[in-house]
């Protein structure tokens, strides 16, 4: 062996690259938000204070930050309006992923099924919702599930109702869009694990006089909980924080954190206060993060 070292100067440059990236584009712009959670709301432009002036001097930096404070996350804790907001953010998250997992496995599993010839056209057939503009696509909803729309023409054709039935500004129409719109994110990630499993795991667990369906249960969900992991975090972080889909299609009896932290920002134009909310909401969403990376080094480590 040659005493030439393992990583040379691209390597490691491909190596840090990731981290500058993650420094410049989310931790600076985080540090702004922080800073803007921590100020006061004004009327001004920026309307909060204070303000940072690095030609000002050292003493006038000084006295900015000392003028920081947390009274805008003691009012997000005080107040059962952001609390409720977040909680319907967390339960329709709950919800929908949970929807997502019962439609998306399957047709994961049966993508994977299929002759290998087969299955590029069916994740074709997953992926091609994407080729249309996200807005386009709710607002073809909206005309599908209004009053006088698709679905209740369809349902009076069939005699299924007797009278159109209220599909608009309620939870199952933003349900329906929600399991809609990030289907694919829970079917693709299922997908790439189940196809990676060899077939002779289900043979070898049905000449051991195991069933199908004990074969699925014992083999194939046990070795698939990784892509499952990876679709809900993909289909749970996004959806707490939707705001497009809640707004077009649920009703407005009580907001979800995206909808609440819209109204901050350009409503009541509180940038702390909104700043403050979307701090929380990270902190939210970092637990899953954290729990699925600690799993995942778990498993890694039970594998050595």
């Not at 909060?48 to 003493?59: C, E, H, Q, S």
Request: net charge positive; glycine share 6%.
């Amino acid at each position: 062996m040659s005493g030439r070292p393992i990583f040379t100067r691209p390597a490691r440059l491909a190596a840090i690259a990731p981290y500058l990236w993650m420094a410049l584009f989310f931790l600076v712009p985080f540090g702004f938000v922080i800073k803007i959670a921590l100020s006061q709301t004004a009327v001004a432009q920026p309307p909060y204070i204070p303000v940072f002036d690095l030609t000002a001097g050292w003493a006038a930096l000084k006295a900015s930050f000392a003028a920081l404070a947390a009274e805008n996350f003691r009012l997000i804790a005080s107040d059962d309006l952001y609390l409720s907001s977040y909680l319907r953010s967390l339960g329709v998250a709950a919800v929908s992923t949970s929807l997502l997992l019962i439609i998306g496995y399957p047709i994961a599993y049966a993508m994977a099924r299929l002759p290998r010839g087969w299955q590029p056209v069916a994740m074709m057939l997953v992926i091609i919702p994407f080729w249309t503009s996200f807005l386009i696509r709710i607002y073809a909803w909206i005309n599908i599930l209004q009053h006088d729309g698709l679905l209740n023409q369809m349902l009076l054709t069939l005699h299924f109702v007797s009278k159109p039935v209220v599909w608009l500004s309620t939870d199952t129409a933003m349900y329906i869009g929600i399991v809609y719109s990030y289907l694919p994110f829970m079917v693709l990630p299922l997908y790439a694990t189940l196809a990676k499993l060899p077939a002779s795991l289900t043979e070898a667990a049905a000449d051991l006089g195991a069933s199908p369906l004990r074969a699925f249960w014992s083999v194939t969900f046990p070795l698939s909980l990784p892509g499952i992991g990876a679709g809900v975090l993909l289909c749970f972080i996004p959806i707490v924080g939707e705001f497009v889909i809640p707004d077009l299609l649920a009703g407005s009896d009580s907001l979800m954190i995206g909808q609440t932290l819209w109204l901050e920002f350009f409503t009541n134009r509180d940038w702390p206060v909104a700043s403050a909310i979307a701090v929380v909401l990270l902190a939210l969403l970092l637990i899953p993060l954290l729990i699925y990376e600690r799993v995942q080094r778990r498993q890694l480590e039970g594998r050595r």
